[in-house]
């Protein structure tokens, strides 16, 4: 089934009549029709919410209106940084008018302005989007790319067997005698555009997402902790295990669990590191030796301050890659390009002064990059131009 739409296209609701079709005469769906059949009802209850706002409206007069208002305002100071415009958040804090014109972009049920926004945008060509892929890096140094490896078992190290499971899952299971198996380390890896999923010799589960690696050993058995190292972005599901703590080492921090559900988002380009938790309790350590405990629904920051931050979580933007989609929240166009780059393997370009307007949404991670600029550029605050994998954003 091919379940790549186009801008401005409803087939999806015909995908989504057949797959509820074929549920209900009992016929059994695959996990990625199961998957598709979820979003597209998603989808639906989201655009039956958003037509209802948007005939309500006029939204040419509402847009007008606004544009007023923002040329109005007055740049706010804040006492680290600052903010040259009032954050515009176009789900919640402009107006119900713009609120329904960007979740019915996201879905594709603008259909009929689709002309219009294609004069706007420039395509070259278009740029699909990530694969579940990794390489592995054994101990001795062999690499294995595994978007090429067959399912089942390939490789073996000190009584550790290694294999892949038909889902395309990474998975470490003893075997036997593990002689130095706790010694024998092994990395996993992502470039841009791809993501993977990990099960640890201790059966926790690790979701690894782009231009990411995580270093841990063959096995846990005979270690008093179960350490690995993560550079980038990675949740983790940890399983239980009292006598031997998880512990999570990033650039900046260590995060220590018994089996808890968390996210961490350790991209340097960030010079931050992010841990929101969504069940358990971590211990969080950065490298001035503060700790802090955080709790369910709170997200930690630490930086190269002494002092580790934390307040409450957005759950729904942590989790949003992991659950494919992409989920905006008041964030600068460059915030959310850097997210996209990584993706969609792409370089980004700028022509012209940078866009401090804010953006908010959520549009699948599974679509292609044509289809999210659109989405994007319905703010009319960007455009953009895309020609082979670079990308430009202009004013």
């Known amino acids: 089934m091919d379940n790549k739409l186009t801008p401005f296209n409803p087939d999806w609701d015909k995908i989504l009549e057949k797959l509820e079709k074929n549920q209900d005469a009992g016929l059994e769906l695959s996990a990625e029709e199961k998957k598709l059949l979820k979003e597209l009802q998603e989808i639906r209850a989201d655009a039956a919410e958003a037509l209802k706002i948007y005939q309500a409206f006029d939204t040419n007069s509402k847009w007008a209106e606004f544009r007023e208002q923002v040329k109005s305002e007055a740049p706010l100071k804040n006492p680290v940084h600052e903010v040259p415009r009032q954050p515009i958040n176009l789900w919640l804090k402009i107006s119900a008018v713009a609120a329904a014109i960007f979740v019915m972009t996201a879905i594709g049920l603008v259909f009929q302005k689709g002309s219009q926004q294609q004069s706007v945008n420039i395509f070259r060509n278009d740029i699909p989007a990530g694969k579940n892929s990794a390489t592995l890096t054994l101990d001795n140094g062999k690499k294995v790319l595994l978007s090429e490896a067959g399912s089942g078992q390939f490789a073996a190290e000190a009584g550790v067997v290694i294999s892949k499971s038909a889902d395309g899952q990474l998975i470490y299971s003893e075997n036997g005698r593990h002689i130095d198996a706790a010694s024998k380390m092994q990395v996993l890896s992502t470039v841009n555009g791809e993501s993977y999923r990990l099960q640890l010799p201790d059966h926790s589960e690790v979701w690894l997402n782009a231009a990411s690696s995580i270093r841990f050993p063959a096995s846990f058995a005979g270690l008093k902790d179960r350490k690995v190292e993560l550079k980038g972005e990675a949740y983790f599901e940890i399983a239980k295990d009292r006598k031997h703590p998880f512990i999570v080492k990033?650039?900046?921090?260590?995060?220590?669990?018994?089996?808890?559900?968390?996210?961490?988002?350790?991209?340097?380009?960030?010079?931050?590191?992010?841990?929101?938790?969504?069940?358990?309790?971590?211990?969080?350590?950065?490298?001035?030796?503060?700790?802090?405990?955080?709790?369910?629904?709170?997200?930690?920051?630490?930086?190269?301050?002494?002092?580790?931050?934390?307040?409450?979580?957005?759950?729904?933007?942590?989790?949003?890659?992991?659950?494919?989609?992409?989920?905006?929240?008041g964030?600068?166009?460059?915030?959310?390009?850097?997210?996209?780059?990584?993706?969609?393997?792409?370089?980004?370009?700028?022509?012209?002064?940078?866009?401090?307007?804010?953006?908010?949404?959520?549009?699948s991670r599974y679509k292609n990059i044509s289809e999210v600029l659109n989405m994007l550029s319905y703010s009319n605050a960007v455009r953009f131009k895309v020609e082979g994998r670079r990308v430009t954003v202009m004013q």
Not at 313 to 325: E, I, P, Q, R, V
Not at 334 to 341: F, Q, R, T, Y
Not at 353 to 362: L, M, R, V, W, Y
């Open 250 to 329: 990033t650039d900046q921090q260590e995060v220590q669990v018994l089996g808890t559900h968390f996210n961490i988002n350790s991209y340097q380009d960030k010079q931050q590191t992010s841990t929101t938790l969504l069940e358990g309790s971590l211990r969080i350590t950065n490298k001035h030796k503060k700790e802090q405990l955080i709790r369910p629904g709170e997200t930690s920051v630490v930086n190269n301050g002494t002092e580790i931050l934390i307040s409450p979580a957005d759950l729904k933007s942590a989790m949003a890659w992991k659950n494919g989609y992409f989920r905006f929240n």
């Open 331 to 363: 964030e600068q166009i460059d915030e959310v390009m850097l997210k996209l780059s990584r993706w969609y393997d792409m370089d980004i370009a700028y022509q012209g002064t940078i866009s401090k307007e804010k953006f908010s949404g959520k549009i």
